[in-house]
């Protein structure tokens, strides 16, 4: 959602020195990191808020995700997980 990453930009513009070292993308990551346009180990953080849920494939998100984050470096998922057998507002 580009609109999510523009505020982001826009906040992280008010901290001095900050928006030079801190990046936000859009779009397909698995497409991305095929097509060569995400380097492998380039990122030193990786944050994904809500996405998981939507994305089948989860191995190929996962890989490109991990190849994405720098060794050493923080992945960090957040997401909604339902129980088998059980509706969502139950949980």
């Known amino acids: 959602q580009e609109d999510i990453c ?3 930009q826009e906040l992280t513009a008010r901290v001095p ?3 030079d070292r801190v990046s936000f993308q859009v779009g397909d990551i698995i497409a991305m990191s095929k ?4 380097a492998q180990e380039s ?5 994904s808020l809500l996405v998981f849920l939507h994305i ?3 191995p190929a998100l996962l890989k ?3 190849d994405a984050v720098k ?3 923080t992945f960090i998922i957040e997401d909604f997980a339902a129980k088998p057998g059980k ?3 139950e949980q």
């Open 43 to 47: 990122f030193d953080h990786f944050m």
């Open 64 to 66: 490109a995700c991990f």
């Open 35 to 38: 097509a060569g346009k995400i």
């Open 6 to 8: 523009v505020a982001g």
């Open 56 to 58: 089948p494939d989860r």
């Open 87 to 89: 509706a969502f507002t």
């Open 71 to 73: 060794p050493g470096g």
């Open 17 to 19: 020195g900050l928006a």
